[in-house]
């Protein structure tokens, strides 16, 4: 992901009154005070920071098998209420595999 200034002014609740034009942020905004360059690098850190410290949970999505696969199993496990095991039947019926 790639953080930027504009990330972290949006972070810090600026949602308008500002401009990132490459590196330099024009402030447009008279009536709130634009953050310290020393602000808007301490949440960039800590963005990055928490972007870096869910890696494990990006890796998980890409490895789990799909939200199908899975309902799918459970299903055929077993494991849905006699209500929503019908309900999923009754899909499976009206459109079955060829």
Request: hydrophobic content about 40%; charged content about 25%; proline content about 3%.
């Amino acid at each position: 992901m790639n953080i930027t200034k504009a990330s972290a002014l949006f972070s810090l609740g600026f949602s308008s009154g500002w401009v990132v034009r490459g590196t330099e942020i024009e402030w447009l905004d008279s009536t709130q005070t634009q953050p310290t360059d020393a602000e808007i690098q301490a949440e960039l850190a800590r963005l990055q920071a928490d972007w870096d410290s869910k890696q494990y949970a990006r890796d998980r999505a890409a490895a789990y098998p799909s939200i199908g696969d899975q309902l799918d199993d459970l299903f055929h496990s077993g494991a849905f209420s006699t209500e929503m095991a019908a309900k999923l039947q009754a899909v499976k019926d009206q459109f079955p595999k060829e």
